[in-house]
């Protein structure tokens, strides 16, 4: 589906909005982010705690600190889960405005951790166009559904395809997916993410797809940053709506004798 391409697009996008980011790479499994992100400072160790490493400006820590690229990590769920904990409260994150949590494939253990463990403000759901995508997709929502972990939005990735000589689009997987997923299920679209083969390169080679200075040029650059901004604006009212509750709550206290 290209959720850590997402992830990582997502949390550059937000700090190129000058937003102060983080992302949290909980796949223990089968970490990504760290080749995806070239580090400009390592983690290091403060007391206790670990203060993450910086990419492009962005703190960032993955079980790809702790672990050789070429090793896997061979661990009972309950090691995981250990892990996870330690990534949420034994990092010094410090303030940030928004972190990013790139979730393993699946409905798992960590998935459930997470959910439980970490107070999300919310999820978004990364799908591609095709059904059999869009049924795993699902899934996921109705365990965001039971945890009861808002939905922000649905991202469509691998949209479609520009030719590069006669920018026609070409929908490689189908269309349309994303959003018909959105609209029955009642939740925002967040916006499309072409395939783009210079999002595969940037991915393979730790660069930002988005640069932090200058005039931004291509097209999947701008999706992201527009996808950015519409998962903002839902997490703002996502924020008043919670807001609201706690209003309601403490109402309700107040007329009891
Ligand atoms: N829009 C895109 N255009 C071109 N390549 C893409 C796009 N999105 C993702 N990719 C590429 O697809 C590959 C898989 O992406 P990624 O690792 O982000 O998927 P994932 O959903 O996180 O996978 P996993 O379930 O294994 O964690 C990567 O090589 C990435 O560069
Ligand atoms: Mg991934």
Not at 19 to 45: F, N, T
Request: charged share 20%; proline share 6%; net charge negative.
């Amino acid at each position: 589906m290209g959720k850590s391409t997402v992830a990582v697009n997502l949390a550059l996008a937000l700090k190129h909005q000058g937003y102060s980011v983080g992302i949290l790479d909980s796949d223990v499994y089968g970490p990504s982010i760290r080749k995806m992100l070239s580090e400009e400072r390592p983690p290091a160790q403060k007391g206790q705690l670990l203060v993450p490493a910086s990419c492009h400006g962005i703190s960032m820590i993955s079980m790809a600190h702790f672990r050789h690229t070429s090793e896997a990590t061979v661990v009972r769920a309950p090691i995981a889960n250990n892990i996870i904990n330690q990534f949420i409260q034994g990092v010094d994150w410090g303030t940030l405005d928004y972190l990013i949590i790139d979730f393993p494939p699946g409905t798992g253990d960590i998935q459930l951790t997470l959910c439980q463990q970490a107070n999300l403000t919310g999820a978004i759901i990364v799908t591609t166009p095709q059904e059999v995508a869009i049924l795993d997709v699902r899934k996921a929502m109705q365990m965001f559904d039971q945890l009861k972990v808002p939905i922000i939005g649905i991202i469509e990735n691998m949209s479609c395809y520009y030719h590069p000589k006669t920018d026609e689009r070409i929908c490689l997987f189908g269309s349309g997916g994303g959003r018909k997923l959105a609209d029955q299920s009642g939740v925002p679209f967040l916006g499309e993410v072409p395939i783009d083969p210079e999002i595969c390169r940037c991915g393979d080679a730790g660069e930002a797809l988005i640069p932090q200075k200058g005039e931004i040029t291509s097209a999947s650059a701008k999706a992201f940053l527009a996808i950015a901004q519409h998962a903002v604006n839902e997490i703002e009212t996502l924020k008043e709506q919670s807001q609201g509750s706690l209003q309601n709550i403490e109402l309700a206290w107040k007329e009891m004798p």
